[in-house]
């Protein structure tokens, strides 16, 4: 069965009560594929997950997830309100095609709701010019943990490798810290989009081959 694709990006919102806004019915599409509009099958969708990002102020958690949806970087000068969400499907290697539904978080009183009780992955993003967004991934990782299924896969994410020459963090702060907490590392660029696909490919393998 042939269907045009839309993607679908959901709308900001502050309230709670649009958080679970279930799947939208959108067939798969090889992410590898620029374009806003093309043919598809979605006949072999085999599973729904859900991940959330997250992360203090300005590491660039918007961005990155414009990023990996559109394959170029947008400016982003408004701070996220409350929570969106995108979709976005993506084909394995395998031949599988897994749905994501991602979402944006500002806040942490709404990221716990987002959590429970069906997130599959967190992304845990700090700022590499900022040590301070690296301080605080202690305690996202710490509430992931606490308000998400035991099984949940979190990737600890540096942003915005980019800014090499600001960086307050070195590669291997990050990556020592995400062996001490047990999760994945990768160090990525929004701007640039270098390890972004590799950052949610490698989350969604860790999630959907159990
Ligand atoms: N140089 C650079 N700037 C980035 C990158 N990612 C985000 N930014 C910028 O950092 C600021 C905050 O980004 P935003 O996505 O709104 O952060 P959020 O608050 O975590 O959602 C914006 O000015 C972005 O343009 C990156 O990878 N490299
Ligand atoms: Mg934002």
């Not at 409350?82 to 395998?94: A, E, T, W």
């Not at 009183?109 to 900022?130: A, H, M």
């Not at 996202?140 to 606490?146: D, G, H, S, V």
């Not at 062996?179 to 490698?202: C, G, H, M």
């Amino acid at each position: 069965m042939k269907k045009i694709l839309h993607r679908v990006i959901g709308s900001s919102s502050s309230s709670s009560d649009d958080i679970d806004c279930g799947f939208q019915d959108i067939p798969p599409v090889d992410f590898t594929t620029p374009t806003t509009q093309e043919t598809v099958d979605f006949k072999n969708s085999v599973a729904k997950y859900k991940i959330i990002i997250v992360g203090d102020s300005g590491v660039g958690k918007t961005s990155l997830i414009e990023s990996f949806k559109n394959k170029n970087f947008q400016l982003h000068t408004s701070p996220t309100m409350g929570v969106d969400f995108s979709v976005r499907d993506l084909k394995l290697d395998n031949g599988d095609t897994v749905n994501l539904r991602i979402f944006d978080s500002a806040g942490q009183s709404i990221f716990r709701e987002i959590l429970k009780p069906d997130v599959q992955g967190v992304v845990v993003v700090y700022d590499i010019t900022d040590s301070s967004s690296f301080d605080s991934c202690a305690k996202w990782i710490e509430t992931a943990r606490e308000h998400s299924p035991e099984n949940v896969k979190i990737s600890l994410t540096g942003n915005k490798s980019d800014l090499d020459s600001s960086r307050e963090v070195t590669y291997y702060q990050g990556r020592d810290f995400a062996e001490q907490r047990d999760v994945n590392f990768t160090e990525v660029s929004a701007k640039t989009i270098a390890n972004v696909d590799k950052l949610f490919v490698e989350l969604v393998k860790r999630i959907h081959i159990k």
